[in-house]
Every structure is written in structure tokens, then in C-alpha cells.
């Protein structure tokens, strides 16, 4: 059964202080990954995605990582801002015909001042 | 352009009363999601169109949930006799690709299920 499970539930930490949040997945075959910002009450916005090949990609202060082999990814915020406060969330899709999505539970990150 | 919208925002009915959610999704995209997300939860899938293709319905949690679409324009979830356990965020997505295109989502349609 495919799925993706992330790392921590729930993260609090000081405005300008860095953070790194994990996916590890079970998904197969693998297409591609996704990283979601979503802030309360509002729809998800994709901050990067990943292919097989692609190990680093990066948005901003946000930095995603990807390796294949052990199926983990990273998303690593530098010098986080209050408005990074929302829940992150990463969803691998199959390389099935039907291009599932399989999702994260989210890490609910807060940036206090 | 405008981007995905989805009606009405929020939703409070009665148990076993049906519901309509609507989503206009981008001009010209041919993939159109849907998905659910309850209160503390994450997302979770419930149903994909792509172009004229038979859609993947594999998401939906019961015969009481179907979607509709009109060829690439607009989508129609309906929930049937509705429980208090639909109680959620619907959320609709749509992209210029399937695969790896990137999902543009609505604002969410709130369902609150007395």
C-alpha cells in the first residue's frame, strides 16, 4: 500500500531560526514529489516538485530534497518568517496509469516572534 | 486570468440532506481534482478527471459521494444523504497536465453537516 508519512506532526520555533521538515514514502513506481504550503483556511500552493532525477530544488527560502534510493524527502526553510506559520504538506504521485496521489499527513509549523 | 473558484464557500445542512459543491476550474486545463480535508487532517484524494477519459474515482468513500464533469469546464461533487462525518473542506484542483503539472487549488467549499 502506497504511503507517505511525515516528520514532525507539529513544530514551533523563532522567527529567523531555520527548520527542516521530512517525507519518507512507500510509493511505487515513483513519479514525482510535491511539496504544498497551506495556510489555515486557505487551499494548498505548491512550493516545488520533484522528479527521480532531481535532487535539490529550491523556491525562495525553501529548499526541497529528494533521494530516490532511501524514498525521503526534505523541505529545509532558511530563516523562517512569521508568515511561514501554516501546514506543509507532501504528496508523492505513481507512475501508474491513473497517476495517484498519495498524501502526507502535513507538519503544522508555527513562527513565533 | 481568473483562477479556480469553487461555490458556495461554505455549506451547513442537515443530516441526510443532499449537497452540491460546484468548481470551475482554469480555462483550458483538462485536469480537475477533487479532495477532502477534514478538521486536522490532511488532504485526502477523492476523485480525478482528465479530458474526456474515464475519471479515477478510486478516492470516493462511499456510493453516496459522485462528481460530475462537463467535458474541461466545470465539476459537480454531490454528497448524498449527507453524514456528520462529511463535515470537511472540499477542495478542487485543476492543471494543465496530468502528472507532473502543477495543481492549482479553489478556495475550498466548508461543509458543516448538522
Known amino acids: 500500500k502506497n504511503q507517505v508519512e511525515q516528520s514532525p506532526q507539529s513544530l514551533i520555533i523563532l522567527e529567523g531560526k531555520n527548520c527542516t521538515l521530512q517525507c519518507n514514502y512507500t510509493v511505487s513506481p515513483f513519479s514525482n514529489l510535491r511539496w504544498y504550503k497551506q495556510d489555515t483556511g486557505r487551499g494548498p500552493v505548491s512550493l516545488t516538485i520533484?522528479?527521480?532525477?532531481?535532487n535539490t530544488k529550491s523556491n525562495g527560502r525553501y529548499t526541497a530534497t529528494l533521494d530516490a534510493d532511501t524514498k525521503q524527502s526534505s523541505l529545509h526553510i532558511t530563516a523562517s518568517q512569521l508568515s511561514d506559520s501554516a501546514s506543509y504538506i507532501c504528496v508523492v504521485t505513481d507512475n501508474n496509469a491513473g497517476n495517484m496521489l498519495t498524501f502526507g499527513g502535513g507538519t503544522r509549523l508555527m513562527v513565533k516572534p | 486570468g481568473a483562477g479556480v473558484s469553487q461555490s458556495p464557500s461554505n455549506k451547513v445542512t442537515e443530516k441526510g440532506k443532499d449537497v452540491e459543491l460546484r468548481c470551475d476550474p482554469i480555462?483550458?486545463?483538462?485536469?480537475l481534482y477533487w479532495y477532502r480535508q477534514r478538521l486536522g487532517q490532511g488532504l485526502e484524494f477523492l476523485i480525478y478527471?482528465?479530458?474526456?477519459?474515464?475519471?479515477?474515482k478510486s478516492g470516493l468513500p462511499s456510493d453516496r459521494f459522485s462528481a460530475e464533469r462537463t467535458g474541461e469546464s466545470v465539476s459537480t461533487l454531490t454528497i448524498q444523504r449527507t453524514q456528520q462525518e462529511d463535515s470537511a473542506v472540499y477542495l478542487c484542483?485543476?492543471?494543465?497536465?496530468?502528472?507532473?503539472?502543477?495543481?492549482?487549488f479553489g478556495p475550498g467549499t466548508r461543509l458543516l453537516v448538522l
Open positions: 484542483a485543476s492543471s494543465p497536465q496530468r502528472g507532473l503539472g502543477t495543481q492549482y
Open positions: 520533484m522528479t527521480f532525477s532531481e
Open positions: 478527471f482528465q479530458g474526456n477519459s474515464a475519471p479515477d
Open positions: 480555462s483550458g486545463h483538462t485536469a
